[in-house]
């Protein structure tokens, strides 16, 4: 019998905040997690994490200012509000934890530039700023002796009388699945890259939580905010920070131009990401790449910047192109890194769905809105990762009855079965990859009504062919093939929410660019598009919600 | 070729016969060396420990004074090998840190100019002189032998500081020598991991379950010796083999297996008498091994 | 170009595989690493291969296992640098721990070794409040033991875990360093002091192979070697090791030689009889075999100069 007073599920930055907290708090909380925690994809995350230092004249105002202008005012300005002004507290904390914050030559925390920002206020560790945040949040979960649930798998969440009461999981390493009731449940299980072929992220990156939370009956908000991150290598995907550029690198195009001077003459390299993304595709559809890329040069950098402060990035070169960051050139191109759009939440993580709260990059509350800036990610998982097991243990302390029935494990349990006694059909793999190369021919930088009308009617038909998908593996003892089977199912839900959400916008605002309606319609358009489950078999519901403005009247976006 | 022979701490104190053998071999060989007798210990490892620049100026302080004769240096130690290649490594991709050492061993009138090569006799007879000539000396037929190689660590990791990358037929070049001599190779599984001698006066008993762990592989594994080019791995797998068998074995057996230092085994090949090469002096007898030689020298006759 | 990989299986449920090594060829381009074929096989071919991996990327530390009998991380090696001309690549799990299937093993003992070394940081006196000052070159310091990505390379090859599963191991012990180097941990002396205990700092045998198979440069056994010295000057001289070290430290100094015999003497301690006569026998029979070191030590005839090295870099570390 497993009952917690707060089930989170995901152990990367944003779920082991929440548990830390709630384990501080008093509360009875444990971790689900389907990797062990230190291999979550926050540790993936390299650039840095921004925050306004008031002792340094900085001011949250500003921070806040120009993640509303990189959202494209798609952000709700409260939740920025909130976000900023804790971003301080939330770093320090972090630095008291442990977390080997590079340094000024007073000893004092230390700052590089990053995209979308004038002040330098992004903190980091070299390049690999999200997992030395990740295995120190790691430290002090077994400092606080937090349960995991490691290598366990969530196939549903319990909902019963439109409330949230836990979770169906299946233990990965015997195949067992079991019921865990919780008061409240913090969903944190992260993105959904393996929507996309090619993209930046793990391949435990499968949409789990936006499907789960779908299906649950929450809606999810903004979807077609996908994001494409400007330096990614062509051969696998793999991320090159923005870090680089943040430490002056410049981009080229095959004639050597610093092509950035013309798209964006302020902020050039350091532009928001949906325009740097859309720049480089732009010269590399026009004749003017290398190979399909555009080149990222550190040579004028000097060998010691990028060996001390991105040492990882010259690991990433020459374990996967073969060369020396410090002498040439490497060859890049967009590649989809991260989900602006999620679960909606409010300020405090919680979703329309009682019981149901969510943080991290698989939550929206929003505050990225239409393009996230670099380093605002590691931000957003603390510091609503933080809020929402607060707001979920006070929300649990009114939690009365919970329900004792078995239904939903049992029904997860027929479902599974029937997923292994199918005659042999088509390989989860083989599907999972049609699926994702249809998403980034259709709804990727640049978007039109029929491309993205040709991915939805293919999304829809792969759905159908899902139902024939069968796996190899009928053992119970870790058995990928059966989670591989079951997060084809999340991408393809992930891939149905963003597809409805991007026919439904129409106009182009951050990432949601479409060739045949370029220009951003605040008068109609200036709202968040929510996305909900049909019921058995009908089309998804859509539905709107304004956008929360505070301080900053929307203005035409220039970089 | 001439070289500045290093024959390091132990081969002059605890395993003399490594001494004698070497100089056996190198004199039938016709290689030509100038014993260093100004170079100090080389600190194995464990001088680095302590201080690792301590170690690494003793080092370069040797390196310069076989570069000012002209000389590459030669070693007979697995370990001596290792520390001296790390040192080396070291002061190579750091100029300012060569010269502040050199800053210290001014004062003896030496400064290392970075040109000396060092190499162990196992890989300047494999790569230098070379594998075809010297199965031209291997008279002694050794075909009813079966031998097990033994590295030891420092000759082998970290393998970027001892040139595999350059030289990957290397990774190899024991097991190479062996099937030269006509014995047969036993290839087991421990042949590349630790004797236990960095921590026999540390923690005993681990060292003694590495001794019998990897003896008594080779010997289940059908062989008749083992051969090791470190002569701190042998004075473990020899010296405490019996006491590692007696806490370790089912029954406490004996594992009985001797274990050569590499020139005599290339001694031996060369035919070169066992008592010249030292072999009475080994604490895991190898009479029963010499004897079947003699008999089979005698039964081909 | 065709590669063939030979993975052991391990499955309790498919008795038919089990405990065999499986051959798998496939067509394999220059930059194929192992990782790519594993999943190509787990794709394609037999869904039932069991592997962890995620990102890719080295940074997850999922993919560790053993290539040609070493332990490395399976996306980060390229197929071409363990398979020269083409010859067949062995793929095995992990060592020093169980197998669950196929190359996933239970890392429950390396993250309870982790867990053993206290791996947080432990601040003394009240938190500031802003952040602790700490100089860039000591965080910097510390990315180099920070990299680690807790893969277990480190741990599959550790000789000293191998014959003995008390022993701390090499991932720990380095997490353990990334503590005792952090100038805001105020537990420093009581880190050293376990540390120096059973099990801990000494007992690495020094092969150098966690080093050799760490796929980030975290050379644990430096870290582990920093340790010992640390350890000696805060105070904590009691051990064989430190004994060890010192004597041979001194009879260097004093002759430009080691000398073994006095090294065997004073590691073990003169006053620990029981030790002494423990290795009183094989001392004996070094004496019988003419092979006993002169207890005196060797002199070489340059040890002033020696001595005048150990005097002037020594001096300098103060």
């Not at chain 1, 929507?195 to 903004?222: F, K």
């Not at chain 2, 420990?49 to 301590?54: A, D, I, T, V």
């Not at chain 2, 960095?198 to 005993?204: A, K, T």
């Not at chain 3, 006196?125 to 033991?145: C, F, N, R, T």
Request: proline residues 4%.
């Amino acid at each position: 019998m497993f009952e917690h007073d707060l089930l989170i599920i995901g152990a990367g930055l944003a779920g082991m905040r929440a548990a830390v907290e709630a384990v501080r708090r008093g509360a009875n909380a444990a971790m689900i997690t389907k990797v062990h925690p230190v291999r979550s994809h926050s540790n993936a995350a390299q650039g840095g994490i921004n925050a306004a230092l008031t002792d340094r004249g900085d001011d949250w105002t500003d921070h806040a200012l120009d993640t509303i202008k990189g959202s494209d005012y798609l952000a709700d300005q409260d939740a920025v509000e909130v976000m900023c002004s804790e971003a301080g507290q939330a770093l320090i904390e972090l630095e008291h934890m442990g977390v080997i914050f590079s340094r000024d030559d007073q000893g004092k925390l230390g700052t590089r530039r990053f995209g979308g920002q004038k002040a330098a206020r992004t903190f980091f560790v070299g390049a690999i700023t999200g997992q030395a945040m990740l295995h120190v949040l790691y430290e002090q979960v077994i400092k606080a002796n937090v349960r995991v649930y490691e290598e366990w798998f969530v196939t549903s969440l319990i909902v019963e009388d439109g409330v949230c009461h836990g979770a169906v999981a299946l233990d990965i390493r015997n195949g067992e699945l079991h019921t865990i009731r919780a008061k409240a449940v913090v969903m944190a299980a992260g993105g959904a890259g393996r929507v996309y072929e090619p993209s930046t992220n793990a391949l435990i990156c499968t949409g789990d939580g936006y499907a789960l939370a779908y299906r649950a009956g929450a809606p999810l908000m903004d979807m077609e905010m996908v994001q494409y991150h400007p330096t990614t290598l062509a051969s696998n995907g793999v991320l090159i920070s923005e870090a680089a550029r943040g430490e002056g690198a410049y981009l080229l195009n095959s004639k050597g131009d610093r092509f950035m001077l013309k798209y964006a003459p302020e902020y050039k390299e350091l532009a928001s990401r949906d325009v740097v993304s859309r720049s480089e595709q732009t010269e590399i559809n026009e004749g003017r790449g290398v190979n399909g890329c555009v080149l990222l040069d550190m040579r004028h950098l000097g060998r010691e910047v990028v060996e001390k402060k991105l040492g990882y990035l010259q690991e990433v070169a020459h374990d996967f192109v073969g060369i020396d960051l410090a002498e040439t050139p490497i060859p890049i191109r967009p590649g989809m890194h991260y989900m602006m759009g999620g679960i909606k939440t409010d300020v405090n993580g919680a979703t329309p769905l009682p019981g149901l709260y969510a943080a991290g990059e698989v939550a929206n509350v929003s505050v990225h809105g239409g393009n996230r800036l670099g380093a605002n990610s590691l931000l957003d998982t603390v510091v609503f990762g933080r809020r929402s097991a607060v707001a979920g243990i006070e929300y649990g302390t009114s939690v009365r009855n919970m329900p004792k029935n078995e239904d939903q494990r049992k029904a997860d349990q027929a479902r599974i079965r029937q997923l292994m006694d199918r005659p042999k059909g088509p390989r989860p793999a083989a599907v999972r990859r049609e699926l994702a190369e249809t998403m980034h021919n259709g709804v990727a930088v640049f978007r039109d009504q029929k491309g993205m009308e040709a991915a939805a009617a293919r999304v829809r038909e792969i759905r159908s062919e899902y139902e024939k998908v069968s796996i190899d593996d009928k053992g119970k003892v870790f058995n990928t093939d059966l989670v591989f089977a079951l997060e084809l199912g999340y991408v393809i839900d992930t891939a149905e929410a963003i597809c409805v959400s991007a026919l439904t916008r129409k106009e182009s605002r951050g990432a949601h660019y479409r060739t045949d309606m370029p220009r951003r319609d605040d008068a109609n358009w200036l709202k968040h598009i929510l996305v909900r489950a049909g019921d058995d078999g009908e089309a998804p519901k859509v539905d709107f919600s304004p956008v929360s403005i505070t301080r900053w009247q929307p203005v035409e976006r220039k970089y | 070729m001439k070289y500045a022979w290093w024959p390091g701490c132990v081969a002059r104190g605890a395993t003399p016969e490594l001494y004698t053998s070497t100089v056996a071999v190198l004199e039938r060989l016709g290689i030509e060396v100038e014993e260093m007798h100004d170079f100090s210990c080389t600190g194995a490892g464990v001088l680095q420990e302590r201080n690792r620049k301590l170690g690494d100026t003793l080092n370069v302080r040797n390196f310069a004074i076989a570069e000012k004769q002209g000389l590459p240096i030669m070693t007979i130690c697995s370990t001596c090998q290792g520390v001296m290649s790390q040192a080396h490594q070291r002061v190579m991709r750091d100029p300012e840190y060569l010269k502040e050492i050199n800053g210290v061993i001014a004062e003896e009138g030496l400064a290392y100019r970075g040109t000396t090569v060092i190499k162990h006799l196992l890989w300047i007879l494999v790569e230098e002189f070379g594998v075809e000539e010297l199965k031209k000396r291997f008279v002694r037929d050794l075909s009813c032998l079966s031998v097990a190689p033994f590295y030891g660590c420092y000759l082998l990791r970290p393998s970027d500081a001892l040139g595999y990358d350059r030289v990957p037929a290397r990774e190899t070049s024991l097991d190479r020598v062996i099937e030269a001599t006509g014995a047969r190779l036993i290839d087991f599984a421990g042949k590349r991991k630790c004797c236990g001698f960095p921590i026999l006066l540390i923690n005993q008993d681990n060292s003694l379950k590495m001794v019998a762990n990897h003896t008594g592989a080779a010997k289940d594994d059908g062989a008749d010796a083992m051969v090791t080019p470190c002569p701190l791995c042998h004075l473990n797998l020899d010296g405490y083999q019996d006491k590692a068998a007696r806490k370790n074995r089912p029954d406490g057996r004996k594992i009985d297996l001797p274990i050569i230092h590499f020139p005599q085994l290339i001694g031996l090949a060369m035919g070169i008498e066992p008592d010249e090469l030292g072999f009475k002096k080994h604490m895991v007898s190898t009479r029963d091994m010499l004897a079947r030689l003699k008999e089979q020298a005698a039964a081909v006759r | 170009m065709q590669a063939t990989v030979r993975v052991r299986r391990h499955n309790t449920e498919a008795p038919a595989v089990h405990g065999k090594l499986q051959e798998f060829k496939f067509d394999v381009s220059e930059n194929t690493t192992v990782l790519d074929a594993l999943i190509k096989v787990r794709e394609e071919i037999d869904g039932t291969l069991g592997v962890r991996c995620s990102c890719r990327a080295s940074i997850c530390g999922s993919c560790g296992m053993r290539v040609n009998g070493q332990a490395r991380l399976a996306c980060k090696t390229k197929l071409t640098d363990v398979s020269r001309d083409g010859a067949p690549i062995t793929v095995e799990p992990m060592g020093n721990m169980p197998v669950i299937k196929d190359l996933i093993t239970d890392m429950g003992i390396f993250w309870g070794k982790i867990r053993q070394v206290e791996p947080y940081l432990q601040p003394a006196g009240p938190e500031p409040k802003g952040e602790y000052i700490a100089s860039d070159e000591s965080m910097a310091h510390l990315v180099g033991v920070m990299n680690c990505i807790m893969c277990g390379a480190c741990v599959s090859d550790c000789t000293a875990l191998e014959v003995d599963s008390t022993f701390i191991g090499p991932a720990a012990l380095a997490k353990a360093y990334r503590f005792v180097a952090d100038p805001r941990d105020g537990a420093t002396q009581d880190r050293l002091g376990t540390l120096n205990e059973r099990s801990g700092i000494w007992d690495c045998t020094r092969c150098y192979y966690c080093v050799q198979v760490c796929p980030k440069g975290v050379a644990p056994m430096e870290r582990i070697m920093k340790m010992r010295d640390l350890a000696m000057e805060a105070g904590y001289n009691n051990t064989s090791g430190s004994r060890h070290t010192k004597s041979f430290a001194k009879s260097v100094k004093k002759g430009g030689l080691l000398n073994e015999t006095m090294l065997a003497v004073e590691s073990t301690g003169w006053l620990n009889v029981p030790g002494q006569m423990a290795q009183a026998p094989i001392g004996i029979k070094s004496l019988l075999k003419g092979k006993l070191p002169n207890p005196l030590g060797h002199r070489i005839k340059a040890r002033k100069h020696i001595r005048r090295v150990f005097d002037k870099v020594e001096g300098e570390s103060k």
